[in-house]
């Protein structure tokens, strides 16, 4: 029976899964997910029941857990729970493809070295997707390496969508507006397809709110615009990051400041966002949780960017007929998606409180112009969907 393990590093965890390739759709043996690297990082593992096999392990360290110390541990918990597993390809979540990468591909080690020269475009992410992806081929070289991009989804954007005001030579170059999260969006857009097709044909704004966050408008499940642009720094603010932001302060930090390149990189990729503004953390749980004045600031600033977002990319569709949250924040905060949608009647939006309580598939009200879903995003099963495809 043959496998697919499918790599899915964001910038604080790591998602892992077994998939048996033996019919037409891919079906899940096991999951797991290293979550909180860089901290107390822990290990879970499930079986497809949802059952726990490892609940929330510490990981065991001399320092900090890193991506790589967190996937050698996963494949030690995959290789003692499931030692027959018969791994023939591994997929892999990668951030950035570049303007090469429109869909799935098989890669190779040149493969690697070549999405190596995007890593100043997606600092938090790239070198750890590409670490899995060496560390998969040291450990499985026989398998077949298929590279999934967040990118891809949004490849088709429309021009408006996809340019800067800058000379023309630059966007020759490659400096556009990429576009990231397109794996989960991809599966949004299919499950939507599934189960609500009047809704998919239609305008929908999908929120992928987590550690990193951004929004994707689309239209009959094609991108038309996205909250993030260049790099993953655009659009919402985010666990570390700063989103949106006037590049007149990047001058004025140079400047003024003293800052030097590396150091404005480490302050808008690692120090801002929430854990900036509230001085304490940047996970939403520590925050809905806290008593601290910044803490809920951060919170306020957060739901409205979101909410300003969501009303400029129903502009950019010319209309709105469904709004997706998923995401770790937006498939299990009520806090965070009641506060997104309040006083969005004018546009349609009306929130069912009781719903929303409890993470319901639909949490709109019967009589509201808009549709509110929660559906939780699966970009495994879009990259075990794409291995089993490129490898046959």
Same mark, same amino acid.
């Given at each position: 029976?043959?496998?697919?393990?499918?790599?899915?590093?964001?910038?604080?965890?790591?998602?892992?899964?077994?998939?048996?390739?033996?019919?037409?759709? @891919?079906?899940?043996i096991a999951s797991g997910k290293a979550d909180r690297i860089g901290g107390a990082a822990t290990l879970t593992l499930k079986n497809p029941d949802g059952v726990?096999?490892?609940?929330?392990? $510490?990981?065991?360290?001399?320092?900090?857990?890193?991506? +790589?110390?967190?996937?050698? =541990? /996963?494949?030690?918990?995959?290789?003692?729970?499931? @030692?027959? %597993?018969?791994?023939? =390809?591994?997929?892999?979540?990668?951030? &950035? *493809?570049?303007?090469?990468?429109?869909? @799935?591909?098989?890669?190779?080690?040149?493969?690697?070295?070549?999405?190596?020269?995007?890593?100043?475009?997606?600092?938090?992410?790239?070198? &750890?997707?590409?670490?899995?992806?060496?560390?998969?081929?040291?450990?499985?070289?026989?398998? !077949? #390496?298929?590279?999934?991009?967040d990118t891809a989804f949004h490849r088709d954007h429309p021009f408006v969508n996809d340019v800067f005001a800058l000379p023309r030579a630059y966007y020759d170059k490659g400096v556009r507006r990429?576009?990231? &999260?397109?794996?989960?969006?991809?599966?949004?857009?299919?499950?939507?397809?599934?189960?609500? $097709?009047?809704?998919?044909?239609?305008?929908?704004?999908?929120?992928?709110?987590?550690?990193? %966050?951004?929004?994707?408008?689309?239209? /009959?499940? #094609?991108?038309?615009?996205?909250?993030?642009?260049?790099? =993953?720094?655009?659009?919402? $603010?985010?666990?570390?990051?700063?989103? +949106?932001?006037?590049?007149?302060?990047?001058?004025?930090?140079?400047?003024?400041?003293?800052?030097?390149?590396?150091?404005?990189?480490?302050?808008?990729?690692? #120090?801002?966002?929430?854990?900036?503004?509230?001085?304490?953390?940047?996970?939403?749980?520590?925050?809905?949780?806290?008593?601290?004045? +910044?803490?809920?600031? %951060?919170?306020?600033?957060?739901?409205?960017?979101?909410?300003?977002?969501? *009303?400029?990319?129903?502009?950019?569709?010319?209309?709105?007929?469904?709004?997706?949250?998923?995401?770790?924040?937006?498939?299990?905060?009520?806090?965070?998606?009641?506060?997104?949608? /309040?006083?969005?009647?004018?546009?349609?939006?009306?929130?069912?409180?009781? /719903?929303? !309580?409890?993470?319901? @598939?639909?949490?709109?009200?019967?009589?509201? +112009?808009?549709?509110?879903?929660?559906?939780? =995003?699966?970009?495994?099963?879009?990259?075990?969907?794409?291995?089993?495809?490129?490898?046959?």
């Open positions: 029976m043959a496998h697919a393990l499918t790599l899915n590093a964001g910038s604080s965890s790591l998602k892992f899964g077994l998939f048996d390739l033996s019919a037409v759709e @891919p079906s899940l726990r096999l490892i609940d929330a392990a $510490p990981i065991p360290t001399d320092g900090v857990v890193d991506h +790589q110390g967190a996937l050698a =541990t /996963a494949l030690n918990a995959l290789n003692d729970h499931l @030692p027959q %597993a018969d791994i023939v =390809t591994v997929g892999h979540r990668i951030v &950035h *493809g570049g303007l090469h990468y429109s869909g @799935p591909a098989l890669i190779d080690a040149k493969s690697v070295e070549k999405l190596a020269e995007l890593e100043p475009f997606a600092p938090l992410h790239q070198p &750890h997707n590409l670490a899995a992806v060496r560390a998969a081929m040291q450990e499985f070289p026989q398998a !077949a #390496q298929v590279g999934c991009f990429y576009g990231f &999260h397109g794996l989960s969006y991809d599966y949004i857009a299919g499950e939507l397809a599934r189960t609500a $097709p009047q809704l998919h044909a239609g305008r929908v704004v999908v929120a992928h709110l987590g550690n990193g %966050a951004s929004m994707c408008g689309m239209k /009959a499940g #094609q991108s038309m615009a996205s909250s993030m642009g260049f790099s =993953t720094l655009d659009g919402l $603010p985010m666990g570390t990051r700063c989103g +949106q932001i006037d590049p007149g302060v990047l001058l004025y930090l140079m400047q003024q400041e003293g800052l030097s390149a590396d150091g404005i990189s480490t302050l808008l990729y690692t #120090q801002s966002g929430l854990l900036g503004l509230s001085g304490l953390s940047n996970d939403m749980r520590t925050l809905q949780s806290s008593d601290s004045e +910044q803490a809920q600031q %951060a919170i306020d600033y957060f739901t409205f960017r979101a909410r300003r977002e969501l *009303g400029g990319l129903a502009a950019a569709l010319e209309g709105l007929d469904g709004v997706v949250f998923c995401g770790g924040i937006g498939e299990n905060s009520s806090l965070i998606r009641d506060r997104i949608c /309040a006083g969005l009647g004018w546009i349609g939006i009306e929130i069912d409180a009781a /719903a929303n !309580a409890t993470n319901a @598939p639909v949490i709109s009200t019967e009589t509201a +112009q808009v549709k509110v879903m929660v559906i939780p =995003t699966n970009e495994e099963i879009v990259i075990a969907r794409a291995c089993a495809k490129l490898t046959g």
